[in-house]
């Protein structure tokens, strides 16, 4: 679980600097893509944290 929390982070940040128009042509076409995201990456950043938050419920050391 904790991978795809790293993974959503990630895709959190790339729709962030999207939205920003940070990445040129490249932001273009992602923002193409999932305008909702780049309208709000918060909705992406929201469910890496329920992700590692689950991650860590689930976890057993």
Do not use: N
């Not at 991978?3 to 729709?15: E, M, Q, R, S």
């Not at 709000?40 to 976890?59: E, H, K, N, Q």
């Amino acid at each position: 679980m904790y991978y795809v929390a790293a993974i959503l982070l990630g895709l959190a940040g790339l729709f962030y600097s999207a939205s920003h128009h940070e990445l040129g042509q490249f932001g273009a076409d992602v923002c193409s893509y999932g305008s909702t995201f780049c309208d709000s990456p918060v909705i992406v950043f929201t469910g890496a944290v329920l992700a590692a938050a689950w991650g860590m419920f689930v976890s057993m050391k």
